[in-house]
């Protein structure tokens, strides 16, 4: 039989094209490229270029062979109706190619398109409403074929084909292990998903071509149902690193993915009896388990199309065109994405913490060109290097403050420019990354230029806000003797730290020298604008002791410090250190709550109400 396939040079394809031509077929496949067509010839097969939009060339392949399988199937998954589209369009050329003719043609699905949390069969319909819905209308295009004369069916692939050269979900598992430290599942791990040898799915389209019934679908799954729990716990055993559960959200967090966290939540088990007993198909090829022990999965770094997709050529972004207050000039739209200049990287925004500072530039803070953006904290994967950059490469895991000044947008978007920057290590994940940048650049230099000494008693006042609380710890490594001013919401947790906590307000002069018996050597004034400057100057004595990071009109006013004056630079060398500190959970910034980038207002109406406790994330 002479067959005309499509996706022959992917990823299953030149197996499934191997196989046909051993079994004494002959092979013509659509090639869109020079490499796909080498791909082709180099099996043995003959070549048609063009692509999947190409229905004319489509139909012309399906006319003159005797048989058609259609298995390409791709583009970008946040577009699942354009992928869906073009599919049914390509599906319903091939087929009409075909009527009348009473010749083969089997077309690709996914068990995924089944009901989750059932084993399902081949004869259970397929849910509208599964991970896997958007290849449901292409099962149905080519079946109904079948009413057409068409000898057509459907092979529905387990979700994880393996074998020599996987790219796919499994990769991407190990991948997310290597750059967490972590071998993740969700929930309990008990969800079940299904997988194939990619041998035993060639053996299997081959059957198909040859042999199946009109309108049939059947089931691509050498085994049945596979836990993600001994998934995790293999991949764990292998890298020597931890297994762990996750909940949904931080599984979104962990494979910077939310669908693909979605795929791993999903109890997805299917049935193959049918299939076997229907077409005399026997898997005998290597198990999920076996081909991860003994094949290449852990020698290689294999790319992954769901790790790093091509950057798109727009980018959402929170931004102002005009200064005014943050609820009234922000918005957010679309923008082009930024190009990282000589020195600097670009990252893909896993997370992104907001700042007061990010609503002082609203309001004319550092005024420069119009617009910027907000968001001066992220956490991401590295996308891009400009020139001169060393020591990263693309897909590294980074956080690190926001290039802010010489881009048109910041970190509340789904990609930000980088100046500065390190590395994410091991045990420290990108939500919590993502709280480090400001706090430890800011708290750190401004103690460090302060001269705090081990002998020294320091004031931290506004030790709740997250620079205060960063400067609290700060200051305690160094062996400081540590006062605190902070409401109830951290006041205990600032004691566990080992200072001294008293409330602000009325009375706070007093209270503070009575827990010094002295002046303070030096006071740190972290909290927003309040009037409490003034008290302040009042409990050291001289304002020369004095450095505020927020009031800087009163500071100028009473002669007070301010550390945008003062400070000659920025210690982005601490960046990594805190950044290790952290993961050994010697370092921390509280995280109140983490919102879609789409919800920025409700984040920024949290924090505007002097009430959010902790750091507000952004999850792009």
């Given amino acids: 039989m002479h067959i005309f396939i499509t996706g022959g040079s992917g990823l299953t394809g030149p197996s499934v094209v191997s196989e046909l031509i051993t079994a004494g077929h002959t092979v013509t496949g659509l090639a869109r490229s020079d490499k796909a067509e080498a791909r082709l010839r180099e099996l043995g097969a003959g070549v048609l270029r063009g692509s999947l939009?190409?229905?004319?060339?489509?139909?012309q392949g399906a006319r003159f062979a005797e048989g058609v399988i259609h298995m390409a199937f791709g583009?970008?998954?946040?577009?699942?109706?354009?992928?869906?589209?073009?599919?049914?369009?390509?599906i319903n050329a091939l087929g009409q190619a075909l009527v009348g003719s009473g010749k083969p043609f089997v077309?690709?699905?996914?068990?995924?398109?089944?009901?989750?949390?059932?084993?399902?069969?081949?004869?259970?319909?397929?849910?509208p409403a599964s991970l896997g819905s958007f290849r449901v209308p292409g099962e149905q295009t080519c079946l109904a074929f079948a009413d057409q004369g068409v000898r057509s069916s459907v092979v529905r692939l387990a979700p994880t084909v393996h074998g020599p050269g996987d790219y796919?979900?499994?990769?991407?598992?190990?991948?997310?292990?290597?750059?967490?430290?972590?071998?993740?599942?969700?929930?309990d791990g008990a969800n079940r998903w299904p997988a194939i040898h990619r041998q035993d799915a060639a053996i299997l389209f081959r059957l198909a071509i040859e042999k199946a019934p009109a309108g049939t679908a059947l089931h691509g799954a050498g085994e049945s149902a596979?836990?993600?729990?001994?998934?995790?716990?293999?991949?764990?055993?292998?890298?020597?690193?931890?297994?762990?559960?996750?909940?949904?959200?931080?599984?979104?967090?962990?494979?910077?993915?939310?669908?693909?966290a979605r795929c791993f939540a999903t109890d997805a088990p299917a049935s193959s009896a049918y299939t076997r007993k229907l077409l005399d198909w026997k898997p005998v090829h290597a198990t999920l388990l076996e081909d991860m022990a003994t094949g290449d999965y852990f020698s290689s770094?294999?790319?992954?199309?769901?790790?790093?997709?091509?950057?798109?050529?727009?980018?959402?972004?929170?931004?102002?065109?005009?200064?005014?207050?943050?609820?009234?000039?922000l918005r957010m739209e679309e923008t082009t994405l930024p190009a990282p200049a000589a020195g600097r990287i670009r990252v893909r925004v896993i997370a992104c913490g907001l700042n007061p500072a990010d609503w002082a530039l609203c309001r004319g803070l550092f005024?420069?060109?119009?617009?910027?953006?907000?968001?001066?904290?992220?956490?991401?994967?590295?996308?891009?290097?400009?020139?001169?950059?060393?020591?990263?490469?693309?897909?590294?895991?980074?956080?690190?403050?926001?290039?802010?000044?010489?881009?048109?947008?910041?970190?509340?978007?789904?990609?930000?420019i980088l100046e500065h920057w390190a590395r994410i290590p091991k045990g420290l994940d990108p939500i919590h990354a993502a709280a480090l940048p400001m706090a430890i650049t800011t708290a750190f230099s401004t103690v460090d230029h302060m001269g705090l000494r081990a002998d020294h008693t320091i004031l931290i006042n506004g030790a709740g806000t997250m620079m205060g609380f960063a400067a609290v710890q700060i200051a305690l490594m160094r062996g400081s003797r540590v006062i605190a001013t902070a409401g109830?919401?951290?006041?205990?947790?600032?004691?566990?730290?080992?200072?001294?906590?008293?409330?602000?307000?009325?009375?706070?002069?007093?209270?503070?020298?009575?827990?010094?018996?002295?002046?303070?050597?030096?006071?740190?004034?972290?909290?927003p604008v309040s009037g409490a400057l003034p008290a302040l100057v009042m409990i050291a004595g001289d304002p020369k002791r004095v450095v505020t990071i927020s009031d800087f009109a009163a500071a100028k006013e009473l002669g007070a410090r301010s550390n945008i004056e003062e400070l000659r630079g920025i210690r982005y060398d601490a960046l990594d250190e805190f950044a290790q500190l952290a993961a050994a959970g010697k370092f921390s910034i509280p995280i109140a709550r983490t919102f879609p980038l789409e919800d920025w207002r409700a984040a920024l109406d949290v924090s505007q109400s002097r009430k959010a406790r902790g750091k507000l994330i952004l999850l792009p």
Avoid: W
Avoid at 121 to 126: I, V, W
Avoid at 168 to 187: E, H, K, M, N, Q
């Fill in 53 to 59: 939009e190409d229905l004319d060339i489509l139909r």
């Fill in 75 to 90: 583009g970008n998954f946040a577009e699942p109706e354009e992928m869906c589209r073009r599919d049914c369009a390509a």
């Fill in 107 to 127: 077309s690709t699905s996914g068990t995924l398109v089944m009901r989750a949390g059932d084993v399902s069969t081949e004869q259970d319909p397929p849910d």
């Fill in 168 to 187: 796919g979900f499994i990769p991407f598992l190990i991948s997310a292990a290597r750059r967490t430290g972590v071998s993740a599942y969700i929930g």
């Fill in 226 to 260: 596979i836990t993600f729990e001994t998934i995790a716990h293999l991949i764990g055993r292998t890298l020597r690193i931890p297994t762990a559960p996750l909940t949904p959200e931080e599984a979104a967090v962990h494979f910077e993915n939310p669908f693909l």
């Fill in 301 to 329: 770094q294999l790319p992954s199309p769901f790790s790093y997709s091509a950057a798109p050529r727009n980018i959402r972004t929170v931004r102002f065109h005009v200064y005014g207050e943050p609820a009234d000039v």
């Fill in 367 to 416: 005024p420069k060109d119009l617009p910027r953006g907000i968001g001066l904290d992220v956490s991401g994967t590295v996308d891009d290097v400009g020139e001169g950059v060393d020591g990263i490469a693309v897909g590294d895991a980074v956080f690190g403050p926001v290039d802010f000044v010489t881009t048109a947008s910041a970190g509340a978007s789904d990609f930000a």
């Fill in 488 to 527: 109830e919401t951290f006041a205990e947790r600032l004691r566990g730290l080992g200072a001294l906590v008293t409330e602000y307000g009325e009375g706070m002069v007093e209270r503070v020298l009575q827990l010094a018996g002295r002046s303070p050597d030096l006071i740190l004034d972290t909290s």
